[in-house]
């Protein structure tokens, strides 16, 4: 009897430990597959984040560089309208002197053209004043006679032919005069 019971008892055992090892076994299955879902849910979800945030920080750095794209295109342009606008400016200033510098050689030219001709003026008087002096002097020292004097002679006076005192004053009064034309 008592290996009966020791049977039936191990039998039981065996049946209770079969069963419970099943439990156990189908408990771990639903277990394992109930974390399995819910790393799948939560992976996923993961994933869907990871993208929706990939996405969000994508369309941040397109808006961003297009921020940045339409600020260095306005940057660009103000660069290139202060450039043109200087260069304006320097053209205008250029020009300005140009015309200052041409304006000052203009009456600098002026000045020195009426000084010349002052001058012109001066040395034909004083060549006019000179001749008729010599003139003068010859005459009355009585180098030549007035008919002479008026002919052209080439008579010497200090050095200097009559002729050569009248062809140097005619130059003088052609220089002069067209130098007065100018």
Sequence with gaps: KLNEDALALG????????ALGK???DDALALGKKL???ALALGTKLNEEALALGMELNEEALALGMKLNEEALALGMKLSEDALALGTKLNEEALALGKKLKEEALAL???LKDEALALGMWLKDEALTLGMKLNEEALSLGMYSKDEA??????DVCGTSLSELAIGSAALELWSSGFSKQ
């Design 11 to 18: 039998t039981k055992l065996n049946d209770d430990a079969l």
């Design 36 to 38: 399995n879902e819910e």
């Design 23 to 25: 439990k156990l076994n």
């Design 109 to 111: 030219g002026k000045k």
């Design 150 to 155: 008026l002919a052209g002679l080439p008579i």
